[in-house]
């Protein structure tokens, strides 16, 4: 039970960072929201591990943790790249599906959740995917837009990354949760020194952005820690309800409307919840 728990409270953490990210990227550009999130959160979680110092991992856990900030990186990037060029409503749900990678890694090592679980996977994934789905209002319909491959690729990279981060916590999740940030904040500052993007935030957003990037790093370390307790096939699949609290608080904050089968799929992802945590 204290995996399903860390995995849900990883996925509201996630979630709530998601929608306040999301909020400040319509005053900020991309380049300021990441260019300070990400070495907010490195600082963030540098002092908890010097905190509770430990010595550092073997080099197998650092070449995972720098793996899963790579990986990472190139699923945020290819996400957002995506959603600009193609329909949210295809290229969100497809990105959401990247638990199918370590629920097949995990099934393939031998990890066999109990069949209430399993079908409380099946719920949630179905859940999450309906939850991502978005009318568009052009046609009226639902189709595969150009943003489709990219939508692929984020899939591949966030699933990559899962596995990834759980053999990195498997010796520290506190120190692998540090070594993540730290290839994704040197990956960030890669990008915008080579594309020379400025980034600038005015003093009175910057306590949000300190409650993004703080948030973000307690997200995976919630997920790392839950990976030490539980199967990944599972708690994969809980963290992936991150698009479903980030509909849910957009729907209550901001008064967005939800269609149907938006909240059919919330409906279906709490159901499935409740399976996963009973069984």
């Not at 699923?75 to 295809?90: A, F, K, N, T």
């Not at 719920?123 to 209002?137: M, S």
């Not at 080579?194 to 957003?205: D, F, G, N, T």
Request: glycine letters at 12%.
């Amino acid at each position: 039970m204290s995996a399903v728990l860390l995995a849900l409270a990883a996925s509201a953490s996630w979630g709530v960072s998601d929608f306040l990210g999301g909020l400040a990227s319509r005053r900020l550009t991309l380049a300021t929201v990441m260019g300070l999130t990400t070495p907010i959160g490195l600082i963030a979680i540098g002092l908890l591990v010097l905190v509770r110092w430990e010595p550092p991992p073997g080099t197998g856990s650092i070449l995972w943790g720098v793996l899963t900030g790579i990986l990472g990186a190139i699923g945020i990037s290819s996400l957002y790249h995506g959603l600009s060029v193609g329909r949210m409503g295809v290229v969100a749900p497809i990105a959401a599906t990247a638990p199918l990678i370590p629920i097949t890694v995990g099934l393939a090592r031998g990890e066999r959740p109990s069949s209430l679980q399993a079908a409380g996977m099946g719920l949630a994934l179905v859940g999450v995917v309906l939850t991502g789905r978005e009318r568009d209002e052009a046609s009226g319909v639902r189709r595969v837009a150009s943003g489709a491959a990219f939508g692929l690729v984020a899939a591949a990279a966030f699933g990559g990354s899962l596995i990834a981060l759980d053999e990195a916590a498997n010796s520290d999740p506190y120190w692998a949760t540090f070594v993540i940030r730290a290839a994704s904040t040197l990956a960030v500052a890669g990008v915008l020194l080579a594309r020379r993007l400025p980034v600038r935030a005015p003093r009175s957003l910057l306590p949000a952005l300190a409650v993004v990037a703080v948030l973000d790093v307690g997200g995976t370390v919630l997920f790392a820690v839950s990976t030490t307790k539980g199967l990944i096939s599972v708690v994969a699949v809980l963290v992936s309800l991150v698009p479903v609290v980030v509909a849910l608080l957009a729907r209550t904050v901001l008064h967005e409307h939800l269609e149907p089968v938006q909240v059919a799929g919330a409906a279906l992802a709490i159901a499935g919840v409740a399976c996963i945590s009973v069984g």
